[in-house]
């Protein structure tokens, strides 16, 4: 039996689960992000949590700026409707066969009988009832929110730097016949 470990990307926290279902059970209530890592082996070796097939972190949100967020799972798309981050009308791609659809198109999202999300059903399906989300949740949820989309925005600033640095290192290979020391 492993022992399991969440190292939260956000404050560096790192969160034990006795087993895979604990560990499940996060990614059901929407608690571990595509940035965050695991470690089954007692922390000697991490992997991101997209990475870990149980966790059934399979789908990219493609947000109204166009910015893929992801790979997520479908809890985290309700968390992120009931905000009001994303609509019934943005595009979910499927990670294992490659598809993209609407989301309201999805027999899941349709199947569901709280597709139409509201703060109130937020925690509906997964686990955690509205009486133990309080006033501190919410507010918590709102600051999580914010730091989710500001980790997203600098990522897209560090992914730009990341390519203007590989086309001028292309650059000056090109016109010295060297690497840049």
Request: proline content about 3%.
């Amino acid at each position: 039996m492993h022992n399991w470990h969440l190292l939260k990307a956000s404050d560096k926290e790192v969160y034990a689960a006795k087993d895979l279902e604990t560990l499940r059970g996060w990614a059901a209530d929407a608690k571990i992000s595509p940035l965050d890592k695991i470690s089954s082996d007692n922390r000697m070796s991490w992997q991101r949590a997209p990475m870990i097939a149980e966790l059934q972190m399979d789908l990219l949100v493609q947000m109204p700026d166009n910015y893929l967020y992801g790979p997520t799972n479908v809890a985290t798309i309700q968390e992120f409707l009931a905000t009001g981050e994303i609509d019934e009308n943005v595009t979910i791609i499927n990670c294992l066969d490659n598809t993209e659809a609407r989301l309201a198109d999805l027999s899941w999202f349709q199947a569901s009988p709280h597709h139409v999300r509201s703060a109130a059903t937020t925690f509906l399906g997964t686990g955690r009832s509205d009486e133990k989300t309080g006033m501190g949740d919410a507010m918590q949820q709102s600051r999580i929110s914010t730091l989710e989309k500001q980790v997203m925005e600098l990522q897209r600033v560090v992914d730009e730097w990341q390519q203007a640095y590989y086309g001028m290192r292309q650059q000056f290979v090109e016109s010295t016949g060297r690497e840049p020391m």
